[in-house]
């Protein structure tokens, strides 16, 4: 069973930085591809980034291109964003997901990291 596990959010004031974690466990993930999406209060939750397991391919929203920078860890089954020059508008409910391969769905979620940005 797959486990998502998201870390790293918090407080932070516009124009700072935060890096969000996602733990994965339960499966061999070398095909999966990994993703972060938000949801913000009254609105849908949007994509945010992905990576492929093996990191040679990354996707970025356009309203975080330049400013997000996904990553991964395989040794420690780990997906990182680093996220600078947050705006206001990026606070939002973090959730890390996984899906099997880069043509599937996103079937597997983390439970969400809240991220605050202070004007």
């Known amino acids: 069973q797959v486990q998502l596990v998201e870390s790293g959010g918090g407080l932070v004031q516009a124009g700072g930085s935060l890096r969000l974690s996602c733990a994965a466990s339960g499966r061999t993930f070398s095909n999966y591809t990994m993703g972060w999406f938000r949801q913000a209060p009254g609105k849908e939750r949007e994509f945010v980034a992905a990576?492929?397991?093996?990191?040679?391919?990354?996707y970025y929203s356009d309203s975080v291109k330049g400013r997000f920078t996904i990553s991964i860890d395989n040794a420690k089954n780990t997906v990182y964003v680093q996220m600078n020059s947050l705006k206001p508008e990026d606070a939002a409910i973090y959730y890390c997901?996984?899906?099997?391969?880069?043509?599937?769905?996103?079937?597997?979620w983390g439970q969400g990291t809240q991220v605050t940005v202070s004007s």
């Open positions: 997901a996984a899906a099997e391969n880069s043509k599937s769905d996103f079937d597997y």
């Open positions: 990576i492929t397991w093996s990191g040679s391919k990354t």
